[in-house]
């Protein structure tokens, strides 16, 4: 099995920083990494897949780079909609995955 | 517009089964593979079972193999997911959500994700 693990797992931003998350996965899985975002109560949605491509419809301040072990999700501006949960999920197994533990972003 | 709609959970006793269903419309169901993904009080996510668009290969994590089955009817277009030997750790909402695919500049690689989600359905195992 991949193993995902992510960090921080929360942190404190103010509206308009630009916060960073990272994952890392257990072995290489090369661009096989997609990010989701969850708020509370509602079912998660596809932001990034391919480890940097941009689901349509998902505002440009939202980017994703990596590969191999190691990938960021960045927010360039975060807005009031942002502060939620963030969740890497590997693919290289697909059709098993791995959902990364998650990084709750609050509100400073 | 594209739609999944999870239903059958509930309580049950240790031991107990359930089956969920989802409902899938607006898109063509039969094209596509399908999971389901749980989520237990306060946790993070957790890829539950898979099944490919024609129902002929099924895929599990390992702490339900064997309780679990996932099956497709795509007449009706919809999953399901029958849970036998329930245990409390099984406690969560289970979602389940539509495969899809993109590339990655031009290569012809194919990077598989989930990108439409059910609101989800609630099984919690008490007794």
């Known amino acids: 099995d991949i193993q995902m693990t992510q960090s921080p797992s929360s942190l404190s931003a103010s509206v308009g920083d630009r916060v960073t998350i990272t994952c890392r996965a257990g072995?290489?899985?090369?661009?096989?990494l997609n990010w989701y975002q969850q708020t509370p109560g509602k079912a998660p949605k596809l932001l990034i897949y391919a480890a940097s491509s941009l689901q349509s419809g998902v505002p440009s301040r939202f980017s994703g780079s990596g590969s191999g072990t190691d990938f960021t999700l960045t927010i360039s501006s975060l807005q009031p909609e942002d502060f939620a949960t963030y969740y890497c999920q590997q693919s290289y197994s697909t059709p098993l995955f791995t959902f990364g533990p998650g990084t709750k972003v609050n509100i400073k | 517009q594209v739609q999944l709609v999870e239903s059958g959970g509930g309580v049950v006793q240790p031991g107990g089964s359930l089956r969920l269903s989802c409902a899938a419309s607006g898109f063509i169901f039969s094209n596509y593979a399908m999971y389901w993904v749980r989520q237990a009080p306060g946790k993070g996510l957790e890829w539950v079972a898979s099944i490919r668009h024609d129902g002929s290969d099924k895929f599990y994590v390992d702490s339900v193999k064997g309780r679990f089955t996932i099956s497709r009817d795509n007449s009706k277009n919809t999953v399901y997911l029958q849970m036998n030997s329930l245990r409390a750790v099984d406690t969560a909402l289970y979602y389940c959500a539509k495969e899809d695919y993109g590339y990655y500049g031009a290569s012809t690689l194919v990077y598989y994700y989930m990108d439409v989600w059910g609101k989800g359905t609630t099984v919690t195992v008490s007794s």
């Open positions: 072995q290489s899985i090369s661009r096989y």
